[in-house]
């Protein structure tokens, strides 16, 4: 019997407080309004940036919510007005929209639409959210929400894949592996343009970075240096192509003058895969003074400074910023669960772990203790 046009209850991992663990509730979804697709969730990981909103205090107006936007499913049903996708297609959430729109959707080289900046309230703190749990709203997180069998997000924040896609492989495309893996070479977007035969370093080694390791690889670096505090991360980043890795906990001297020493005069393209402001400024000062680029990806809290010498930068170095690998989402993300398909890229090693939904807790105390890179969960 169609589900169309109905609220569908369903079981869904409900976070009612700060710092209270997950909560497996029954939940109501209701049905997509007008842009709007409902998803039955076949796959969804458990990102690092879920880590960071589990240890944050300072949001008391957050709950209740369902976390979770690292995703993928089937379309159950569509609202007015929709036209790229249709009941039963395979479909990728994306946190970052691409609304096609704004400036940025517009301009070829750019990709932080302008919807991602509003989806911080939308969908969350405004009656917009489709959950609701013992009768109180429940909100959605970055406008998405995947720790849950059924979700609603807008259209311009699904993509649509091919139809024999793996769904619990090609779920970590929707964020941690597309937000590290850019730097291949040919790419329409690229976030540091790493050169073939060139020094690397890359600071955090989870699945993020992981991923960025295999785009420097990919883009034909010589040497690809990780660096972690968690040793145990260093045999998966050696897996996937860092030349070396090292911890900073071994040294007396500081990181960046270890990576001097490593390679003579500084690495040409270092990425800060963390979201820590004392790593970001090692990570600047560890490129090479005339040509080093250094690429934040990890994202800091709303009270982090990064103080940063300014004369590092006299001599030509450049740290630049960037989101979701600098895809554009709707566009870019079919083409790489294609080249997925073709075996142009593996996603396998980034997965360490796979667990049914009802696990939630399970799966954030194995990130919380590192022994995890992704935990694929299973509505
Ligand atoms: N020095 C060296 N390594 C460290 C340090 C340190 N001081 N602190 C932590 N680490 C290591 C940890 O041991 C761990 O191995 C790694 O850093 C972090 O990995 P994970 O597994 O916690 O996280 P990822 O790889 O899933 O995600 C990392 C991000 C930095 C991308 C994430 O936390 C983040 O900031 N996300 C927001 C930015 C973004 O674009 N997100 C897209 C939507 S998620
Ligand atoms: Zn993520």
Known sequence: MSTAGKVIRCRAAVLWKSGAPFSIEEVEVAPPKEKEV????????LC?????????????????????????????????????????????ILFLPQCGECSSCLNSGENYCIKLKQSKTALMSDGTSRFTCKGKSVKQFAATSTFTEYTVVREDSIAKIDASAPLEKVCLISCGFSTGFSTGPGKAVEMAQV????????????????????????AGAARIIGVDINKD??????????????????????????????????????????GNPDTVAAAV???????????????????????????????????????????KSREHVPKLVSDY???????EPLITHTLNLDKINEASELMKTGKCIRCVLLP
């Open 38 to 45: 409902r998803i039955k969730i076949v796959a969804t990981g």
């Open 195 to 218: 050169t073939p035969g060139s020094t690397c370093a890359v600071f955090g080694l989870g699945g993020v970075g992981l991923s960025v390791i295999m785009g420097c690889k990919a």
């Open 285 to 327: 000062a560890s490129c090479n003074e005339s040509h080093g680029v250094c690429v934040i990806v990890g994202l800091m809290s709303a009270t982090d400074q990064v103080r940063i010498h300014g004369n590092l930068f006299f001599s030509g170095r450049t740290l630049k910023g960037s989101v979701f690998g600098g895809w």
């Open 341 to 347: 398909i073709e075996k142009k890229f593996n996603l």
């Open 48 to 92: 690092g940036t879920e880590m960071k909103m589990l240890a944050r205090t300072d949001l008391p107006g957050l709950y209740p919510i369902i976390l979770g936007h690292e995703g993928a499913g089937i379309v159950e049903s569509v609202g007015g007005g929709v036209n790229t996708v249709k009941p039963g297609d395979k479909v990728i």
């Open 233 to 274: 991360k260093f045999k998966k980043a050696e897996e996937v192509g860092a030349t070396e890795c090292i911890s900073p906990q071994d040294f007396k001297k500081p990181i960046q003058e270890v990576l001097f020493d490593m390679t003579g005069a500084g690495v040409e393209f270092c990425f800060e895969v963390i």
